[in-house]
């Protein structure tokens, strides 16, 4: 339906603007978009016209008529469309020798389908907005026009959609973290190469803390590794060739090629490696908060969400087959224990499992190993109790793969972190251990990160709490504030208590009212405002105003200090 709602807005805007190219207009969750190549810049206030003219397809019962074509035939069909032609030369060029069009009316689409019987089985639409694209996500390639619209069965789901998306809106992290100063990007430095504002420092730091502290109670022990490698490295693990698309170009040292670290395993089984390991030592867990580099295409980076340089809350457990299912299931636990901690409502898992189109190009070849390691994935799944859903295709080159999804309060889902059991590296680096009869055998490896990256968990965070952290986390954690000029002597002792207390506090003196300062401590999400007067000053006390509330009335220093170590200590 969403499809077909694609190609009756690509026919609109041929009506309503001839001349304009087509690019390509797929299915995207909740919704879909097309890609244009427009003579003259498209603005907002244009999509209401646009929708006019969708409207009145819409009503017409248009058939969705499919045929398929020779790609000459297709190339002669697609003569004056660029964009369609450069994708049926790559078709040609995979050995395609015929392709399927959509025809909807006057207007052909290059399409592999499927749609809906006619136009009038669209359901109610809108479009969204409309922004710039590189063409196949590259921008070395051409920026189009991208229009996005969303469409459902009845009038009721679309209502209810849109309003979720005004509300998602208000908690966009990229507009709250300007507004509250986390982070920043820069052209000089490049794109997704987030730059950390001492504000969003804070919230990494502690974030960092509390999974050290967590990891270290688990078991954990910490490692730090380099952030270039030698391309033998990438070789053993297989990373190269499977992975090489999305690491950045080699550096040539010596002679020798060196990569940006893309991803931490490969290090660790080297650490793992340093000495002969004895069944007594496993499990062995070696945990890093690791910085790695991706080359992310242009099109696809967004925020914190999608960045080329991250670092990651990861960490590989080497484990005896036997036990590996148990050491899974702990491992779900601290997933659990995080995200039950920060109000999150649950999690599932995305099954990354193998496609069978693509078994020689994108994945290893020994058919057992992979069928072992699905099956001890399934069985921990189950014995977890962790709802899971299979994804044909999200596989890695090593084996199944788990992308842990997780809900924001408004229902928003995000794929936060990852957990694999894996059997391939072990037997690519001969990782082995001495077991208790003296003799070698491999281990398993279980890679997790249950707060995925810094950047991502970040960005969640931000949207789950719309900016309002719990205090633990709040980059400012309280503001006092003074009445008038004569209470700043006080305000700035009772400032300094605080910090002393390592309480993140600032002092606002502006010469501005009371109320207006408030608002401004509201805008910043600081949790707690001490408002100290003439009458708190004569009896030693604040008054307490907590973010989002009235007054909580006047405490001594001491009971409101109880009372915030607390909810600190306990991560409330």
Not at 113 to 140: N, V
Not at 174 to 190: H, I, P
Request: net charge positive; with cysteine; charged share 30%.
């Amino acid at each position: 339906m969403r499809h077909s709602c694609a190609h009756i807005l690509a026919a609109a805007v041929l009506q309503l603007y001839p001349g304009t190219k087509l690019g390509i207009g797929p299915t995207i969750e909740n919704g879909f978009y097309y890609d244009f190549d427009f003579k003259k810049p498209l603005s907002e206030e244009e999509l209401g016209k646009i929708t006019i003219v969708m409207n009145k397809l819409a009503k017409e019962k248009i058939p969705f008529i499919r045929e398929e074509t020779s790609i000459p035939e297709a190339k002669k069909l697609f003569a004056k469309e660029p964009y369609k032609l450069e994708l049926i030369s790559d078709l040609a060029k995979e050995g395609v020798k015929k392709v399927s069009i959509y025809k909807t009316g006057n207007f052909v689409d290059l399409c592999a389908g499927p749609h809906a019987k006619d136009t009038s089985e669209i359901g109610p639409f809108k479009l969204l907005s409309i922004a710039g694209a590189y063409w196949r996500g590259s921008e070395k390639n051409k920026m189009l026009t991208r229009i996005y619209g969303t469409c459902f069965n009845t009038q009721k789901e679309l209502s209810q959609y849109l309003t979720n998306l005004e509300e998602a809106k208000k908690r966009d992290h990229r507009q709250l973290g300007k507004d509250l100063a986390l982070f920043t990007f820069s052209d000089e430095v490049g794109q997704g190469l987030p730059l950390w504002l001492p504000n969003g420092t804070i919230l990494r730091e502690e974030l960092e803390k509390w999974a050290k502290e967590t990891e270290k109670k688990w078991g954990y022990q910490r490692v730090v590794t380099p952030h270039i490698t030698r391309e033998k490295l990438y070789k053993i693990s297989g990373h190269l060739p499977y992975f090489a698309e999305e690491m950045y170009s080699p550096i040539k040292i010596e002679g020798e090629n060196y990569y940006l670290k893309p991803m931490n395993c490969p290090h660790h089984h080297m650490i793992f490696k340093a000495k002969t390991r004895s069944y007594r030592d496993l499990p062995l867990r070696l945990a890093e908060y690791g910085q790695v580099y991706r080359f992310e295409r242009s099109g696809t980076l967004h925020g914190l969400f999608r960045t080329r340089g991250f670092c990651q809350n990861d960490a590989h457990l080497y484990v005896q087959e036997e036990k590996v299912v148990d050491e899974f299931v702990e491992v779900l636990k601290m997933h659990q224990y995080y995200y039950q901690k920060l109000g999150i409502k649950g999690f599932k898992i995305k099954l990354g499992l193998r496609d069978p189109k693509d078994l020689k190009k994108k994945y290893h070849g020994d058919e057992a190993m992979w069928q072992k390691a699905e099956t001890m994935t399934r069985e921990g799944l189950k014995r977890a109790k962790v709802p899971f859903t299979e994804d044909i295709g999200g596989a890695v080159h090593y084996g199944p793969k788990g992308d842990v999804i997780i809900e924001s309060v408004i229902g928003k889902e995000y794929a936060i972190g990852t957990i694999q059991i894996d059997l391939y590296m072990p037997k690519q680096f001969d990782l082995t251990y001495i077991d208790k009869n003296g003799k070698e055998k491999q281990v398993v490896v279980i890679h997790r990160a249950p707060l995925g990256s810094h950047e991502r968990f970040i960005g969640f965070l931000i949207e789950h709490f719309v900016g309002a952290f719990p205090v633990w986390l709040a980059p400012v954690q309280v503001v006092v504030i003074p009445i008038t000029d004569r209470q700043n002597q006080y305000g700035e002792k009772i400032t300094r208590q605080l910090k002393e207390q390592d309480i993140r506090t600032e002092f606002d003196d502006r010469n501005e009212t009371t109320s207006a300062k408030i608002r401004d401590a509201e805008l910043q999400k600081i949790p707690y405002m001490l408002i100290v007067g003439e009458r708190e000053e004569k009896v030693k006390k604040v008054a307490v105003r907590s973010r989002g509330q009235k007054d909580l009335g006047q405490i001594s220093l001491d009971k409101f200090l109880d009372k915030i170590k607390t909810e600190i200590e306990n991560r409330q």
